[in-house]
């Protein structure tokens, strides 16, 4: 297995933000933001988890619909359809290994470790019975960690939540002598609690952020002119392995190269 090149740092950073994290979030929306960046389908001891989610850009729509069995991820189905394509379903196999692969498709092997106050959730994924990569998730109240590695590609991306912002710094080439950097700051509307604003590299608002309750949660959407892309989570106890029929769409083909959750995933 892969080991964390700077694990000495995650656990020094997650120790003074443990601290820190006795000042409550200031804006509800940068809040409820962190959560889904911490792969809120994989904890099951989440007060929310993910139920599904909604994408348009450029017109082009697609969803995902998240299945969970006695309260872990057990399937998402990709409700989107391009020309001769189904419908696709990825599965989820949770604390097992290689034997429970059916070689068909993409699959995920879900395992979880712990370590003092730090979560730690590994994916690997396969294609057809061949492994892909494996993404190792840390997490901790006001820090996240997640790590890619496939093949010569080697991400490293940490997430850091303050009283008002979060703050992603994101790794490329990571542990090599041409690492490249990235960062992203979500920061708060001041007169919105919430809404909030993706700010990239050079100071410009790339996105808008809303936090919208509901009845059986709540929903963050994320948008700009020609993008709107909705997450809705729903209270971990109301979660069921109901199997949703849902329309096939056109999906875009660029969103293949991207996780559930917008990050860079293993298979193209």
């Keep these: 297995m892969f080991m964390l090149g700077k694990c000495n740092l995650l656990f020094f950073i997650s120790a003074v933000l443990l601290t820190l994290g006795s000042v409550a979030s200031a804006n509800k929306c940068t809040d409820v933001w962190f959560t889904p960046l911490a792969n809120p389908y994989l904890n099951p001891e989440s007060e929310f988890h993910i139920d599904s989610s909604y994408f348009n850009e450029n017109g082009n729509e697609w969803t995902h619909k998240y299945i969970y069995e006695d309260g872990k991820i057990a399937?998402?189905?990709?409700?989107?359809k391009e020309e001769g394509e189904e419908i696709r379903i990825?599965?989820?196999?949770?604390?097992t290994n290689e034997t429970a692969l059916k070689n068909k498709g993409i699959e995920y092997i879900v395992s979880k470790c712990q370590a003092k106050d730090t979560l730690c959730y590994q994916e690997k994924v396969y294609s057809n019975g061949e492994y892909?990569?494996?993404?190792?998730?840390?997490?901790?109240?006001?820090y996240i960690t997640v790590e890619q590695v496939e093949d010569k590609i080697?991400?490293?991306?940490?997430?850091?939540?303050?009283?008002d912002s979060v703050i992603q710094k994101r790794y490329f080439d990571y542990n090599t002598d041409s690492v490249r950097t990235s960062q992203k700051?979500?920061?708060?509307?001041?007169?919105?609690d919430?809404?909030?604003?993706?700010?990239?590299?050079?100071?410009?608002?790339?996105?808008?952020?809303?936090?919208?309750?509901?009845e059986k949660g709540y929903s963050v959407s994320v948008e700009s002119e020609d993008y709107f892309r909705e997450f809705f989570f729903i209270k971990t106890e109301g979660i069921t392995s109901i199997r949703?029929?849902?329309?096939?769409?056109?999906?875009l083909p660029k969103a293949r190269y991207f996780d559930l959750l917008g990050r860079y995933k293993f298979s193209k």
């Design 185 to 192: 700051i979500y920061a708060a509307d001041p007169n919105n």
């Design 90 to 95: 990825f599965p989820f196999y949770n604390d």
């Design 75 to 80: 399937q998402v189905r990709d409700a989107s």
């Design 244 to 251: 949703k029929t849902l329309k096939p769409v056109k999906m």
């Design 132 to 142: 892909g990569g494996i993404k190792t998730t840390k997490i901790t109240p006001n």
């Design 194 to 214: 919430n809404k909030c604003y993706e700010y990239d590299d050079d100071g410009q608002i790339n996105y808008t952020l809303l936090y919208k309750p509901n």
């Design 154 to 163: 080697h991400w490293f991306t940490e997430y850091i939540l303050t009283q």
